[in-house]
């Protein structure tokens, strides 16, 4: 069993900046993929940034602004947002992938306002 807990998020001005943390616990395989997605009402959840051994992915929408990283033993995972802006605001959701498994954690609020 894996269990992944966010924190970081939280009512934000625009312009400002933020970390969002994830912290992966159980049965964790250091090899492995570890990604942020994102979620508005009525939207399907999309990513925005994942991290592996291969190197970093992130959607051309936050390219510049969004910067994923991770620990050295592959447990945790954090999400630095600069210059933020109103259309960040979404819930935000931690996801581990290996073997063919794929965890999420119950996402954590962010809203910018303007």
């Known amino acids: 069993q894996v269990r992944l807990v966010e924190s970081g998020g939280g009512l934000m001005q625009a312009g400002g900046s933020l970390r969002l943390s994830c912290v992966a616990s159980?049965?964790?395989?250091?090899?492995?993929?570890m990604g942020w997605y994102r979620q508005t009402p009525g939207n399907e959840r999309e990513l925005v940034a994942e991290?592996?051994?291969?190197?970093?992915n992130s959607a051309d929408t936050v390219k510049g602004r969004f910067t994923i990283s991770r620990n050295k033993l592959q447990t945790a995972v954090y999400l630095q947002i600069d210059n933020l802006k109103p259309e960040d605001t979404a819930i935000y959701y931690c996801?581990?992938?290996?073997?063919?498994?794929?965890?999420w954690g119950q996402g954590t609020q962010v809203t910018v306002s303007s």
């Open positions: 159980g049965n964790v395989v250091s090899v492995n993929v």
């Open positions: 996801n581990l992938r290996f073997r063919g498994r794929s965890f």
């Open positions: 991290i592996s051994r291969e190197g970093t």
